[in-house]
């Protein structure tokens, strides 16, 4: 298996025959060429909403591909809920623009709340928000910036000639298509168009390749927040940090993070499932009586294997019913509760990350660092779930805000193809902290405008102005580092506990003395 160094495209396209030693012949066949865009941008996660309307709105010609019949990836697909984190631990909002539109947008059609307190990890906020919202809304958002959707569509390959992406093939109901376009943004968190073409990449952990685990999200309903409410308060010693009946009545959305010891009890019982997160983890939701979960888990999947992705499925849905089992067993309020969707797939949190221009490391991260090319921030605490064992490493979020260098979009060897999102350059670390959400979304917008302005002057990725990318992202409202940004600081978010025990939620911070 291809964990470690970098990666070429053969193992990947061959997968599973080349274990079997059985292979066919595929007939040389035409193919239609059906989009000419400035900008193709692979999938519709974060990332990809991010880049495709900021291309859009710096005047690029945008197509956006997506494989299901809706926007939004790891939002809707895979149901991750709530977002994290837009605020420092001042109650500063370092991650605006495209992604701070979103939230504020999403509170105008009441799908979310918009930034609220979070109970749970030291995080400064959490921003929960109602899916099928958020489907909507990123609907209207591509189609005010005018960007071309091609739904129902799975990237299948791409061919790079002479340092350029020449074309990318898609598959769908129609058939097989040729898009044919001046620059390339891979928003498909594995580097799938990177793998395709042979630039390299790595996975996991350096010392051995592993990586994150899986997670399903599932939404349950039917929670009666009154007597959760009770249940904390009479129960607050198996919560992280005890919070006090003032933190669990004030705050407006219920997190919840903690019940190890009762949890280690059950799997001994043989109540809950023994592979999955030894905590239990959950967020209030904007629809009355809704929490989103996040309890399932499963290590050793490689989140570009069909096989290992096929046994996640099965087996995190089965955690999934169990989990639920246990909590309208054990924890007041779930009682009559039941469980009303889960992910259309498996979140995976970790597969391949590219070699770029510049890799970024837990220094970057963790010393707040700003770059000259910076183009997003993050402010996300390095949150490790476990390739092995139990122990979740997690810093706290909002401590330190630093910056994403756009070297660290620049795959190796190519001169029209970024990347955005999850699979940037960077170490295993580093990634554990620039992996959410937010953070991607951020990224994407840097992504988006330099590729317009790459097509606007006909000039290789290498050669894009940074300084201009950076002066356009403040006009449209982004916050960077350095660069004298107005204050958009909410008092109300400011983290007043910003350095709690992990013991009652299964984690710890081998960072302390630079975090």
């Not at 910036?145 to 569509?153: F, W």
């Amino acid at each position: 298996m291809d964990h470690q160094g970098a990666g070429t495209a053969v193992p990947e396209k061959v997968g599973a025959a080349v274990e079997r030693g059985t292979y066919v012949e595929e007939p040389a066949r035409q193919v239609p060429v059906t989009h000419e865009p400035d900008v193709l941008v692979i999938g519709a996660g974060p990332a990809g909403i991010g880049a495709a309307v900021a291309a859009a709105r710096n005047g690029a010609k945008v197509l956006l591909v997506e494989r299901y019949g809706f926007l939004g990836g790891n939002l809707t697909a895979a149901m991750v809920n709530p977002m994290f984190t837009f605020h420092d631990i001042h109650g500063e909002q370092v991650i605006r623009g495209i992604a701070g539109e979103v939230v504020d947008r999403l509170v105008e059609i009441t799908a979310s709340p918009g930034h609220v307190t979070d109970l749970t990890f030291d995080n400064a906020s959490m921003t929960p928000f109602d899916p099928e919202g958020m489907k909507l809304l990123l609907f209207d958002m591509t189609e005010g910036a005018g960007v071309e959707l091609l739904l129902h569509s799975v990237f299948a390959d791409a061919v790079a000639v002479d340092g350029r992406v020449s074309h990318v093939i898609v598959e769908n109901k129609s058939g097989r298509q040729a898009i044919r376009p001046k620059f390339v943004i891979d928003c498909s968190a594995d580097a799938d168009v990177v793998a395709r073409i042979g630039a390299p990449f790595v996975k996991g952990r350096e010392s051995d390749g592993a990586m994150q685990p899986v997670t399903l999200f599932y939404r349950i309903g039917g929670v009666d927040y009154d007597n959760l409410r009770r249940w904390m308060k009479a129960n607050r010693s198996e919560l992280k940090d005890a919070p006090s009946d003032e933190e669990i009545d004030s705050s407006g959305t219920l997190a919840f993070l903690g019940l190890t010891d009762l949890v280690k009890k059950a799997v001994a019982a043989g109540e809950f499932p023994a592979d999955a997160a030894p905590r239990i983890l959950m967020y209030q939701l904007p629809k009355e009586g809704q929490i989103a979960v996040n309890c399932t888990r499963l290590q050793g999947i490689d989140g570009t294997r069909v096989e290992d992705l096929t046994r996640a499925e099965v087996i995190t849905r089965r955690q999934a019913w169990q989990i639920h089992q246990f909590l309208r067993k054990h924890v007041g309020g779930f009682e009559d509760s039941y469980i009303v969707d889960s992910g259309v797939q498996v979140g995976v949190r970790e597969t391949r990350r590219i070699v770029g221009d510049y890799t970024m490391v837990e220094e970057d991260v963790l010393g707040s660092r700003a770059f000259t090319d910076g183009i997003a921030c993050g402010t996300f605490a390095i949150d490790i779930h476990p390739p092995d064992g139990k122990q979740q490493i997690f810093t706290g979020s909002g401590k330190s805000v630093y910056e994403i260098p756009y070297r660290s979009l620049l795959p190796q060897g190519v001169d029209n193809l970024l990347v955005a999102g999850r699979c940037i350059s960077a170490t295993h670390n580093a990634f554990g902290s620039i992996r959410v959400m937010a953070t991607a979304m951020g990224i994407g917008q840097g992504a988006g405008t330099a590729a317009a302005l790459a097509v606007r002057d006909g000039i290789p990725s290498r050669e894009v102005d940074v300084s201009e990318v950076r002066r356009r992202l403040l006009e449209q409202g982004q916050y960077l580092l350095e660069a004298d940004t107005p204050s958009a600081k909410n008092e109300g978010l400011r983290l007043e506990r910003a350095m709690g025990s992990g013991a009652q939620a299964s984690h710890h911070n081998p960072f302390g003395k630079n975090s």
